[in-house]
């Protein structure tokens, strides 16, 4: 595909052509608003993202912890491996 302009044009049209199909058709593909799911899915979001954020700073301090007293490697030795 990289090597291949007339390949590269074929598919540039094609994803063009897709991308006006769907911009004309908009109401085919809107999603519906449901309240109930939308709370789920705003509540699911926030728990993950600040179980991620907890995870990620319990890790960074674990590994200060360890570099300070000695007990563990260099500071950014190993912190993306924990």
């Known amino acids: 595909i990289i090597g291949n302009p007339s390949l590269n044009h074929r598919y540039r049209k ?7 199909t769907l911009q004309q058709n908009q109401t085919t593909f809107d ?12 509540v699911f979001v926030f728990a993950t993202t600040t179980f991620a954020i907890c995870i990620v700073l319990y890790k960074v301090i674990e590994a200060q912890i360890q570099a300070s007293n000695g007990s563990g490697d260099a500071l950014t030795a190993n912190i993306v491996q924990k």
């Not at 094609?14 to 006006?20: A, D, M, P």
């Not at 999603?31 to 705003?42: A, C, D, G, Q, R």
């Open 14 to 20: 094609g994803f063009y052509s897709l991308f006006k």
């Open 31 to 42: 999603i519906p608003n449901i309240e109930l799911i939308s709370t789920i899915t705003n």
